[in-house]
């Protein structure tokens, strides 16, 4: 699904990813952890195609194509989606228009016919009652004045809605309170699929301990210097991050 090979990439003059290599096969969960500054967020932001980031070594190829000149729009009709750290907030634009339109844009991608305002309101009262979602939020403006939980909510919403094949999930346990947690992982656990695959970027482990990824990635000074199963995670809690990383950082 998604192969990185010795990505370095900078920003404003600043080298933040050192040579990063790992691969994500279709099918897996893989988390990607470490310090703060470690490049984490550059990393998710540079699969997606957020502006600002320059790629000046390696590759990033996801489903036998490099992704490199690709806009991020296009990635997003490919089927790549990026859950955001802190997500935007959009006022003027009610969730359910915004929703509708990306919806859309996908479909129309895929080569399947477009739904109007009662076929797509049909699917997003299923999908909302499967997250346990108020269908008011439909109406509230993108975000606007939206809690923490009630903004991560609508991104596994709009992942629900979507179905991307790759799904980048940025911190999305920042700040979430011990009931939203749980709603994310079961969320994060609803989307699990054979043919898609996810990356979830978290400082904490205590997602992990709900979600059980297939694969976890410590990443330091811009490279992954661990990667394991389950148990390095439980390293990092126990040891922190600076025994685990000196152990292959030069």
């Known amino acids: 699904m998604l192969r990185i090979t010795n990505l370095h990439v900078e920003r404003e003059g600043k080298l933040i990813l050192r040579g990063v290599d790992f691969h994500l096969p279709a099918g897996q969960v893989h988390v990607v952890m470490g310090p703060n500054g470690a490049g984490k967020s550059t990393l998710a932001s540079v699969i997606a195609g957020w502006p600002g980031y320059g790629v000046t070594q390696g590759d990033i190829v996801y489903e036998g194509g490099s992704l490199l000149d690709l806009p991020p729009e296009q990635r997003a009709r490919q089927g790549i989606f990026l859950a955001f750290q802190h997500p935007v ?3 003027g634009v009610a969730c359910a228009t915004f929703l509708k339109e990306a919806v859309n844009a996908v479909r129309q991608a895929r080569g399947e016919p477009v739904l109007d305002a ?4 049909t699917m997003a009262r299923e999908h909302m009652s499967r997250l346990g979602m108020s269908l008011d939020l439909l109406q509230r403006p993108l975000n606007d ?3 923490g939980g009630e903004k991560k909510r609508g991104e596994m919403l709009q992942l629900s809605l979507l179905q991307p094949k790759l799904a980048v999930l940025d911190e999305p346990d920042s700040g979430l309170d011990i009931d939203a947690l749980n709603a994310l992982a079961d969320g994060i656990n609803r989307l ?3 043919t ?3 990356l979830v970027v978290t400082h904490y482990h205590r997602l992990l301990d709900l979600i059980q990824p297939d694969r976890v990635h410590v990443l330091a000074g811009g490279r992954v210097v661990q990667s394991g199963g389950g148990e390095l995670a439980q390293r990092v809690l126990a040891e922190g991050y600076c025994q685990v990383c000196q152990e292959n950082t030069p």
């Open 196 to 198: 898609r695959s996810l």
């Open 145 to 147: 004045g939206f809690s």
């Open 192 to 194: 699990r699929s054979p």
């Open 118 to 121: 009662a076929e797509f309101l």
């Open 89 to 91: 907030e959009v006022p």
